[in-house]
Structure formats: C-alpha cells, structure tokens
C-alpha cells in the first residue's frame, strides 16, 4: 500500500487530524502489510495552497506533533505548491486532450443553467478562449465512490457539474491539485476524514480524465464529543500540543485514538503502536461518530504511565516539570496519578514544601484531638532507632491502637503537616521520603501554627 497524510497547514494538527495521519501511518506500518512486492510507504504532503492561512509555523508544529506522536513518514514532506508546474502540466494535457475548456461561467450562471434544465442536471459550459477551466464530464455512466468504510455511491454523470479545475491565471484548484499528486505520488489508498467525502467524485473524474485508474478511498468517520456534538474546544484539549500540555503520554493519545471507531473488540484496550499496526483493519473501521471523551483517555494515560519503567518515567516527569532529582518521588506516586500533569499537586511538597489549604489545615488541625494526634505521632516518629519505611509505619500504627483511634485520626493529622493538605502519595513513604528531621520540623512548625 501507498499511503499518503495531507494536512493543511493552517492551524495545529488536531485531534482528529492526529487520527487520520495514525491510521494511515498504521497501514503503512503493518506488518507484512500486502502481497505487493512493492513494500508499504507513507507519504506526507503539506497541502500548503491557502497561501494566506498556511504558516511555516504551523508546518513546524504539525510535523512537531507527528514526531511526538510517533508517526514517521517515508516520502515527503512534499509541499504542494512546490508542484504548481506539473499541475500546469496535467492541465495542458487535458486541454489539448478536449477533456477540459476554458469557461467564464460563474455561480449565477450555473443557477441559470439549472432553472433551464432542472436541478438534477449538472453544469455543462460553453467553451471559451479564456477564463477558468472546466473539466468535461461525460453525459453518460455512473461516477462511483467506492469506499472501502462506507461502500458504494453511484453518482450519474449527467447530474455532476463540469467542475473547475483552474482558475483564470492557470493555477490548479484544490480537487484537482490533490488528484494529480496522489497520482504522482502513486497512492494507492487514499484515507481521511469524511469532511472531504464530497470532493471525491470531482477526484475521480480528474483520474478519469487524466486515463489513470484512481486510488480506493476510506473516509473516516468524525469525532464527537461526550455530548454527541461535532469535537471542538469546547471538550477540551483539542490539538495534539495540548494534549502534550495537558500531560497525555503520545503512547496513550495514539492508543486512544486508534480505539475510536476502529472496531476493537470493546474488551481489547492497552495496545502498543507495534500491537496496533499488527491487529488495524481499515474494513473494520465503523461508519458512525466515534466519540473522543478525555476521561478515557485519561484512564488509558494512566494505564500507560505505569507501564513505564520508573526511570523512563521520570525522565518524562523531570522533562514536563523542568525539575530534576524527581525518582524516589516518582517511585512512591506513579500509583496515584493519571497524567504527567497530576504528579507536581501531589508531590511538589516533597521539594518545595507544603503547600497552602487553610480549609484542610482548619479541617483536620484546627481540633484539639488532631493536635495531640499528631504530637503522639512525632513522639512515636522521633523515638525511632532508624527511620525506615517500615518503622515509619508501625510508629504511625502504634498511636491509632494506642489511642483507639481510627487510622485516618492520626493519618490525616501527619499528611496535613507534612503536605499542607489532605491528599499526598502514601503517607509512611512521604514521611519516610522527608526523613526525620524535615518531618519533625514541618510537624512542628504546624503544631507551632495550630497553637495560634
Ligand atoms: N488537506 C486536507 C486537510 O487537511 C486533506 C485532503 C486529503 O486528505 O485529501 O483536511
């Protein structure tokens, strides 16, 4: 197979053209993909032709977004404009060729045409010396859309305009820029987003014109939000970037989004990029909405974060933080968090101490019984022979029976001193972590603060 992505550069690569370029890259990915000698390839091609909205800032951050995502690419980038000659080209040929004329008919007169003709019937021009081209369509025959995920549509010809293939300076239209370089680029499967599925039939008549049997075609299917509306910001984060922000992992974005509308099996979820090029089918992939809720992925990221090696992770952690020496706190919180972005609020205070909540101070320090709880857990902590996890934890658990209390009476009281606040990772390996004398000294400082 010779698959091709084809973003437009302009604005960040989003979710969903972050799925169209996984998918294609999953196909051309696969493991002894097809019976072609010709192996698999992916081609990348920035259709850069909106010359006012295409930045190469944006180019930047969509081949960014691919690199963090893990999607190489075989060919390319290849940039559109940079193919304006060979469009000139094609052109020529089916001018000289009478499949196209020149035709200065506008919009008014195509609506003129149709109140003449009916409304079923498409645009035929008159040629002219100049002006705009039209691409000839046959009278006769049916124009079929075969998609591999939606089957087929047949579109009579005589209900197809003529459509514009240049404009009056020469210069090609979308349609048929992208149906001459998915011909020279030899693309033998063409897979992308169901907004360009009405442009199909203008590109199969390009490949007919031109005598060159076309692509097969698969247009993936949207994505919605949890709500069933069309995915925007509104669902939040909606480019890859912020993805990458907002602390997703770009194993567990491409894992999610290669779940959505793939037809999985709903039981089969944590797959590695290999697992997914190996199991993908283009056929099984649903033609309905497939929903993007961040609160799997979410659960998904945290599935992959503990799949992680602790140092890889922490090298992620240090990298998203910008901080450095994270390890043993990494080790004692990897359980508690789903996202890179949740590790700072739960650990931070093991570096730069607690942090500030008066309502959980007053909650749990603001009685005289979580006071002297937490005294007796300094006593227990400073009379310990060595401070390990272990001791830790039974110096802890010796007050809760010594005082018939409840664990959380003497739990809670320790982790709002040491943290600031009521959620921290597990509170023997905080402490444990801090060691004696910055455990000591922050119980004492809110001791010294609850006696106020
Ligand atoms: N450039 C188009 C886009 O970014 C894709 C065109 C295509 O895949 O044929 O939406």
């Known amino acids: 197979m010779r698959l091709r992505f084809a973003p437009s550069p302009t604005g960040a690569l989003h979710i969903?053209?972050?799925?169209?370029?996984?998918?294609?890259?999953?196909?051309?990915?696969r493991p002894g993909a097809d019976g072609d000698s010709e192996a698999s390839a992916l081609v990348l091609r920035i259709e850069d032709t909106d010359r006012e909205r295409s930045t190469s800032e944006n180019v930047e951050q969509i081949l960014e977004a691919l690199e963090w995502l893990g999607l190489d690419w075989d060919e390319g980038?290849?940039?559109?404009?940079?193919?304006?000659?060979?469009?000139?080209?094609?052109?020529?040929?089916?001018?000289?060729g009478g499949h196209?004329?020149?035709?200065?008919?506008?919009?008014?007169?195509?609506r003129a045409y149709k109140r003449r003709h009916g409304s079923d019937r498409g645009f035929r021009g008159e040629p002219e010396s100049g002006g705009a081209v039209r691409l000839h369509v046959p009278d006769d025959g049916f124009t079929v859309v075969d998609d591999i995920?939606?089957?087929?549509?047949?579109?009579?010809?005589?209900?197809?305009?003529?459509?514009?293939?240049?404009?009056?300076?020469?210069?090609?239209?979308?349609?048929?820029?992208?149906?001459?370089?998915?011909?020279?680029?030899?693309?033998?499967?063409?897979?992308?987003?169901e907004d360009h599925l009405s442009n199909t039939p203008k590109q199969l008549l390009v490949f007919a014109a031109l005598a060159v049997a076309p692509p097969r075609y698969a247009h993936l299917p949207l994505l919605h939000g949890p709500d069933g509306k069309k995915l925007s910001k509104r669902h939040g984060a909606a480019s890859v970037q912020e993805l990458r922000d907002a602390g997703y992992l770009p194993e567990a974005v491409d894992n999610y989004i290669a779940l959505l509308g793939a037809g999985f099996a709903a039981d089969e979820e944590f797959f590695t990029l290999p697992q997914l090029a190996e199991r993908f089918r283009l056929e099984r992939v649903s033609k309905n909405p497939a929903v993007f809720d961040e609160r799997k992925l979410r659960h998904l990221n945290g599935r992959h974060l503990r799949e992680l090696p602790a140092d890889a992770l922490t090298r992620r952690l240090e990298q998203f933080t910008g901080r450095t020496g994270l390890h043993a706190a990494v080790e004692i919180t990897r359980e508690k968090i789903q996202t890179l972005a949740d590790f700072w609020p739960l650990a931070g205070f093991l570096f730069d101490g607690p942090v500030d909540?008066?309502?959980?101070?007053?909650?749990?320090?603001?009685?005289?019984?979580g006071r002297q709880s937490l005294a007796a857990a300094r006593a227990a902590l400073a009379a310990l022979p060595e401070f390990s996890r272990e001791n830790v934890e039974r110096a802890l658990r010796g007050v809760v029976e010594q005082r018939g209390l409840r664990p959380a009476q003497v739990f809670q009281p320790v982790r709002v001193a040491i943290a600031g606040t009521t959620v921290s990772p597990g509170i023997f390996e905080s402490v444990t972590l801090l060691g004696r004398t910055r455990t000591l000294e922050l119980i004492d400082r809110a001791l010294a603060r609850g006696a106020d």
Do not use: C, M
């Open 16 to 29: 969903g053209g972050a799925r169209t370029a996984l998918y294609n890259w999953l196909l051309a990915r």
């Open 77 to 96: 980038p290849i940039f559109q404009t940079h193919n304006a000659a060979r469009h000139r080209e094609a052109l020529e040929q089916l001018l000289a």
């Open 100 to 110: 196209a004329y020149h035709s200065n008919a506008t919009s008014d007169d195509v």
């Open 149 to 193: 995920i939606r089957g087929k549509t047949r579109f009579p010809n005589v209900s197809l305009d003529d459509p514009v293939i240049a404009r009056a300076d020469g210069s090609a239209v979308y349609n048929f820029a992208v149906a001459v370089d998915d011909l020279d680029a030899r693309i033998t499967h063409v897979v992308r987003g």
């Open 357 to 369: 909540d008066p309502a959980a101070f007053e909650k749990v320090l603001g009685s005289t019984e």
